[in-house]
Each structure stands twice: as C-alpha cells, then as structure tokens.
C-alpha cells in the first residue's frame, strides 16, 4: 500500500488524472506544446517510471512515427492528431477485421456469490463475447462500510478468470490484490474458458479463435479486445462503480490483450501491460526470453487467415519464428509488411497514462518505442503518461506488481 497521510500529493495527483481524461474534449482544439503545470506531474515516487534511461532519451528506432499520415504528410496540431489517430484505428480495424457493433447493455447472469475475506465474490456470466457469447467472469467487490461514494474499478485478463481473482498461479492475481487494496475487479478469462474452481492447475485449454464452428470475420486478438470493451460496459453499469475510472491490466497473454484492448477502446482510463511484448519482434530471444517470443504471428493472435472456421481443437502449435522460414499470415502479414507496428497502438493511449511492467520481452531496449507515444503526449501538452519498469523475469515479481498497484492507486483512487 502507498504511505498515508501525504494529502496534498493525493491531490495533486487527482490534479493529473482529471488533466488526463479531459484531454480528449480539447486536444483538437488548443494545441499546446507548452510545459504542463507542476500539479500534472506523477508523484516523486513514481516519477523515475516515467523517464527513459539517459541512453534511451533521444532514441526512437526504425519504427514508423505514428506522427505521419498514411501519405506522408507530418502531424503538426493536436487538431490533425485526432485526424491521425481515426486513420490510425481505420487501418488496424480493417487489416484485423472490423467488430459488430459493441454490446449497449450486456447481459449479467449471478450464478453463485461467497464471501471471501473483507469482499464479496460474485460469479458471474456476462454477455461480451463475439455473437452475444456468454464468458465467465469473477467479481471482487470490497466491503464498504459507508457506501456513499463510487469506486474505481479495474478489469483483469488472463487465460481464465480465476487466477486474476486470487484462485490459480501466484503473482498474477491483479483483481485479488487490488480488491483487498479497495477497487472493484472484474476478472476475465477467454471465452471458452469455463470457471473450475476444482482444479486451480489445470492446463491454459484450447486456444480463443472466435465462435467455434462459424467463419473467424476479426483476428482472434481482436475478437479479445472486443470482449474487452464489452466487459468494460459491464463495469461502467454497476451501480458501485465509477465509470470515469476504470482501468485494466493483464500479464503475458493477458498483456497482450490489455494493450489491444487499452489502445483500441478509449475508455479505459489507463491501462498496464505485464511482459506482452510490446512491439513486434522476430528476433530469435529464446535465451533473453526463455518464456518464449513475441508470438502475434500465431493463428490465435494475428496470424488468422480470415473466413476460415474457428476449429480450437486444430489451431496447431506455437509456430516458429519467420526468421525460421515460417511464412507470415493473417492480419500480421499485412500489418508487417505495410510497415506498421504496435508503435501506432500505443499513441492512441495519449494522453491516458499506461505502465509498461516490463520482463525478459520487454527489457528497457523497448523505450525508443515507447519514445513515440511520449513524442505524441508531447504534441498535446502533456508529460508524464507514459512509464515502463523493468525486472529480470517474465514471471511477475511482488516488487513489480507492487508497482502496478502503486499505478492504479495513483491513477484511480479518488483523494476526498
């Protein structure tokens, strides 16, 4: 927990996450290259996040600036920014496939609530998926004493909903901690993925490709990313929490999803992506990443050749790298060889804060990419909103995960 008692760097802090939602309703029309005022800046504590190393500072790689049109042309004001950022999500919908339309008033069936500590669990189905799927889901509702105020809440992704919720392998259970911690939290898993509270060990199961049996029309990850947004309405509804802060977080597979989701739904307030890889990499890192590689080639990310049907049982195995001759497919294949990269995902976050907690896939190498997201908060006057810490495992770690609490505390904590 953060040391009590520092009242006015709580609201100062309230100070920089209002700056940071409101931006969206201005942005197009001051732009502002100015300094922003000291109350706009993070915390000294966690302000050391928010900088690149000395030797990362003026780095931005090969990648793409997602500061440039499509034809060239250079964004100049925060008025051609929202230009950019529609062409931006244009390109990425229709290479990945465009959604349906999102879900205005999902579905919630209570199957089953239990106590648990100074919370109250509630299992539930929620309507999210693809096709009106149903998805399990595990709700975190802290005890409120005097219920006079809404809470913020955070939406938790992974290969199921328990182990988010503090029922499956240690250190990834998000929602459970910052429940305790006093958030709400949904935890999510795929949507073929069925709540067995029986077997807390039991193997990740089949992969998510979309509905089984009918033709896959968006890339799997998408198909996520769209459960994602669905489950954030599901949130938003909930008569205890406050739909202005919701934030999401998911390791690995699930930090691959809250950056999809995060990135491509602006509602989430702010957002931190454990270890997902965050840009693109074909590299052979078995011996820095012995937990695997940046795989969004894979039928179950990006690598889906659309219209084919979503047979799970049959999506193969982890493929090998392209630089092993495997041949690009899908939405990657497009997407690479377009010259696109995650770079262009990550500037549509500005200027909502997001945390890069950072493993063997994404080592402080990573910050020249996230040097352009920064670049873009810049554009619209803001500083500060974009931070990365790093640890020497993929696994999560209790010192990194205390510094995604430390996030959202900061982030989303109401001060009064």
């Known amino acids: 927990m953060l040391p009590n008692g520092n009242v006015m760097s709580v609201i100062a802090i309230a100070r920089w996450v209002t700056l940071a939602v409101a931006a969206f309703g201005f942005a197009a029309e001051f732009a502002s290259t100015a300094e922003p005022p000291e109350a706009s800046r993070p915390p000294a504590e966690l302000a050391g996040f928010f900088a690149p190393p000395e030797k990362y500072r003026s780095e931005f790689g090969s990648f793409r600036s997602p500061l440039v049109f499509g034809d060239g042309t250079p964004v100049r004001t925060a008025a051609d920014w929202q230009r950019r950022r529609k062409e931006i999500l244009t390109t990425w919908h229709n290479r990945m496939g465009p959604w349906p339309a999102l879900i205005d008033k999902p579905r919630v069936e209570v199957v089953n609530t239990t106590r648990r500590e ?233 200027p909502r804060p997001f945390l890069v907690s950072g493993g063997t896939a994404d080592l402080p190498e990573r910050w020249p990419a996230l040097n352009h997201a920064i670049a873009v908060n810049k554009l619209l006057g803001f500083d500060h909103r974009v931070a990365m810490t790093n640890r020497d495992t993929h696994t999560p770690t209790e010192q990194a995960n205390e510094q995604v609490y430390r996030f959202f505390e900061r982030c989303l904590n109401n001060p009064e």
């Open 118 to 350: 100074n919370l109250t669990q509630h299992q539930l189905r929620v309507e999210i998926a693809l096709g009106g799927e149903m998805v399990d889901a595990l709700l975190l509702v802290p005890d409120d004493p005097v219920p006079v105020q809404k809470r913020p809440a955070v939406l938790v992704v992974y290969y199921d909903a328990e182990t988010g919720a503090g029922l499956g392998a240690p250190l990834r259970d998000y929602g459970w901690q910052l429940a305790k911690r006093g958030f709400i939290a949904l935890s999510i898993g795929k949507p073929n993925a069925r709540i067995d509270f029986g077997d807390h060990s039991r193997p990740r199961g089949e992969p998510y490709l979309g509905p089984v049996g009918k033709p896959v029309r968006v890339q799997p990850l998408s198909a996520l990313t769209y459960a994602a947004a669905n489950a954030h309405t599901v949130l938003a509804q909930r008569p205890e929490v406050d739909p202005a802060r919701i934030g999401i977080v998911g390791h690995s597979f699930g930090g691959k999803w809250a950056m999809f989701a995060s990135c491509l739904y602006d509602k989430f307030t702010c957002a931190v992506w454990s270890d997902p890889g965050i840009v693109f990499d074909e590299r052979d890192r078995r011996k820095e990443n012995p937990s695997g590689s940046v795989n969004y080639w894979d039928v179950w990310y990006l690598g889906f050749d659309l219209g084919a049907l979503a047979d799970p049982k049959n999506a193969g195995p982890f493929r090998k790298l392209p630089s092993e001759g495997q041949a690009r497919t899908g939405a990657y294949k497009t997407l690479v060889e377009g010259g696109h990269d995650l770079v262009e995902l990550h500037a549509l976050m500005a």
